[in-house]
């Protein structure tokens, strides 16, 4: 007979996975087994999926007594009714923070599966060294506050047990898979983090006019990207795209592949869960060596890079500076490339290395800051597709439409001027050079339409696609900020650490915000003023060319 039980509590399902129950409802399991606090089974609707185990009751078999040894009767205890956790399940955005990029990790130490890359890594990337040891998950270490991972246990579970998890004072989240407990925030908030911090890996969030942001880089610098060349190896067998990087704080060129952005941008995502870290051009499985798919890759890793150089912890990480330091067939790069694995200020511990101002934060106006940030994103996301759907469909009627148009006016003045010819009289000469010449104006302004847009919107495009990447990593950002928030709401007994904690991870979410909109305003700014020059530019070109058609009907030419 298939195992029933009755919801307690309605839950809404919020992630893939998840079903929603409602109170009163019979739910069927598939298993009495429960996986880190969820149940799988079927509700009435019919749907499977993962639900709270504290969520619901399991339905015995209705036995008013039993036989014990003795041969006498005795009542059976009913089970406990489970109470409600008081740190519900927290939603989780499912926003990845990058392409194709793995999840980080949790706990005071994470692991970040790489995008993947084009093809193998070279030899001065990867000796066959065994692999470096996976950090420590979260749970690996000892806990500083007595937390419990499920609620009390039900009938039958063991007396002592019972008493150790009704003693804690701050629960888990029952999600396991939310980004806040993925990201370390909980295990931060909880103080399960625990690292040395050199001062050189201290990063400061400062009072600024606007609110909280990052204190500047007092050494800022610029990086350049050179046409990649295309690169062989195994005797020609292999082929791969180097791109020429040159940081202004060296003038040292050093050469690298996509993949190697790639490993850099894993690394990155790992070690900063509340920073947007911008994302990598998308890759593509064929046609790597066409020279439009070179080109729009190059200006893709140049925004990519300049919105690195100018983040003030971005810039200064000791992994990025590697990157851009450390030639391929030096020794010191593997020795740079083991330690970035190994860092163990990621996750929980990274929130270990920020130094907040002396005021704390007033966290009710920091939820509603958040609140309208998640608004202007939101909205700013939907207006970006309409956008860049826009421009595209523009620029393909530029390069289509709009020179097969004018041609085709310029391709029928041509053929007014050749009827005219039919006519011998000297005095009509001039007129028909004027016409065909106007034809061949008009052609040539059709081929100006198709080669503007590479001028003025395909950069549009290019910086769209740029935020859209960061849009995407901000829901994740919010909800480990948002959790921490609810986390202090649900125990405010724990006012002191907990409080503390919580003000460290809501002033790096704020600077992060601070930085957005200070580098949208420059970014969007400078685009727009390009724009405008080009199509200035464009115009003038086209006007001077008609004029020039113009003076060809002067009598006296």
């Given at each position: 007979m298939a195992l029933k039980a009755r919801v307690l509590y309605d839950?809404?399902?919020?992630?893939?996975?998840?079903?929603?129950?409602?109170?009163?409802?019979?739910?069927?399991?598939?298993?009495?087994?429960?996986?880190?606090?969820?149940?799988?089974?079927?509700?009435?609707?019919?749907?499977?999926?993962?639900?709270?185990?504290?969520?619901?009751?399991?339905?015995?078999?209705?036995?008013?007594?039993?036989?014990?040894?003795n041969g006498l009767s005795s009542p059976k205890v009913k089970a406990q009714t489970p109470t409600p956790q008081a740190s519900y399940p927290s939603s989780d955005s499912r926003s990845p923070r990058g392409f194709g990029a793995g999840s980080v990790g949790s706990g005071g130490g994470s692991f970040h599966t790489s995008q993947g890359s084009d093809d193998d890594w070279d030899d001065d990337w990867d000796d066959g060294s065994p692999a470096v040891d996976?950090?420590?998950?979260?749970?690996?270490t000892p806990p500083l506050y007595p937390v419990t991972t499920s609620l009390p246990g039900r009938g039958g579970a063991p007396q002592h047990q019972q008493q150790a998890k009704s003693s804690a004072t701050v629960g888990r989240n029952l999600n396991r898979f939310s980004t806040f407990v993925k990201s370390g925030g909980e295990a931060f908030l909880l103080g399960e983090a625990s690292a040395f911090v050199k001062?050189?890996?201290?990063?400061?969030?400062?009072?600024?006019?606007?609110?909280?942001?990052?204190?500047?880089?007092?050494?800022?610098?610029?990086?350049?990207?050179?046409?990649?060349t295309?690169?062989?190896?195994?005797?020609?067998?292999?082929?791969?795209?180097?791109?020429?990087l040159t940081p202004?704080?060296?003038n040292v060129q050093v050469n690298r592949r996509y993949k190697h952005f790639d490993w850099l941008y894993a690394r990155l995502v790992e070690r900063f869960p509340v920073i947007s870290v911008p994302h990598l051009p998308e890759k593509q499985a064929t046609g790597r060596f066409e020279e439009d798919f070179i080109s729009k890759r190059r200006k893709g890793l140049i925004w990519w890079m300049n919105h690195m150089t100018s983040h003030p912890v971005l810039a200064r990480c000791d992994v990025f500076q590697h990157f851009l330091t450390c030639g391929a067939d030096e020794k010191g790069w593997k020795q740079g490339k083991r330690k970035a694995e190994r860092d163990e200020l990621v996750g929980a511990?990274?929130?270990?290395?920020?130094?907040?101002?002396?005021?704390?934060?007033?966290?009710?106006?920091?939820?509603?800051?958040i609140e309208g940030f998640k608004t202007f994103t939101k909205r700013m996301d939907e207006n970006i597709v309409v956008v860049n759907t826009t421009i595209n469909d523009f620029a393909r009627?530029?390069?289509?439409?709009?020179?097969?148009?004018?041609?085709?006016?310029?391709?029928?003045?041509?053929?007014?001027?050749?009827?005219?010819?039919?006519?011998?009289?000297?005095?009509?000469?001039?007129?028909?050079?004027?016409?065909?010449?106007?034809?061949?104006?008009?052609e040539a302004i059709g081929e100006y339409f198709a080669?503007?847009?590479?001028?003025?919107?395909?950069?549009?495009?290019?910086?769209?696609?740029?935020?859209?990447?960061?849009?995407?990593?901000?829901?994740?950002?919010?909800?480990?900020?948002?959790?921490?928030?609810?986390?202090?709401?649900?125990?405010?007994?724990?006012?002191?650490?907990?409080?503390?904690?919580?003000?460290?991870?809501?002033?790096?979410?704020?600077?992060?915000?601070?930085?957005?909109?200070?580098?949208?305003?420059?970014?969007?700014?400078?685009?727009?003023?390009?724009h405008l020059l080009q199509q200035i530019g464009f115009f003038q070109k086209i006007t001077a060319k008609l004029e020039d058609a113009l003076q060809r009907y002067d009598e006296n030419q």
């Open positions: 839950f809404h399902s919020e992630n893939p996975g998840e079903i929603s129950i409602t109170e009163s409802e019979l739910v069927t399991l598939f298993s009495e087994e429960e996986l880190d606090g969820w149940l799988e089974g079927e509700n009435s609707k019919g749907e499977a999926g993962l639900f709270p185990a504290s969520y619901v009751e399991i339905i015995r078999d209705h036995i008013t007594s039993s036989v014990n040894n996976a950090p420590q998950g979260l749970g690996s001062d050189g890996d201290r990063i400061c969030v400062v009072m600024g006019t606007h609110g909280p942001e990052w204190q500047e880089d007092p050494y800022p610098f610029t990086c350049t990207i050179d046409d990649p295309k690169q062989t190896k195994f005797k020609g067998m292999k082929s791969y795209m180097s791109y020429g202004t704080h060296t511990n990274f929130f270990l290395t920020i130094s907040t101002p002396a005021v704390p934060l007033d966290l009710q106006e920091v939820e509603s800051k009627k530029q390069i289509a439409g709009f020179k097969k148009e004018y041609q085709k006016v310029g391709q029928s003045f041509k053929l007014l001027a050749q009827s005219f010819e039919l006519d011998q009289q000297a005095y009509s000469v001039g007129l028909n050079k004027a016409i065909s010449y106007t034809g061949d104006a008009y080669e503007q847009p590479r001028q003025d919107l395909d950069p549009i495009s290019d910086l769209l696609d740029l935020y859209r990447g960061h849009l995407a990593n901000y829901p994740d950002i919010i909800h480990v900020q948002k959790g921490a928030l609810t986390k202090v709401k649900d125990c405010p007994k724990q006012e002191g650490d907990l409080h503390d904690r919580c003000n460290i991870i809501s002033c790096a979410t704020m600077a992060e915000i601070q930085h957005f909109h200070r580098t949208r305003v420059r970014d969007f700014r400078s685009q727009m003023q390009h």
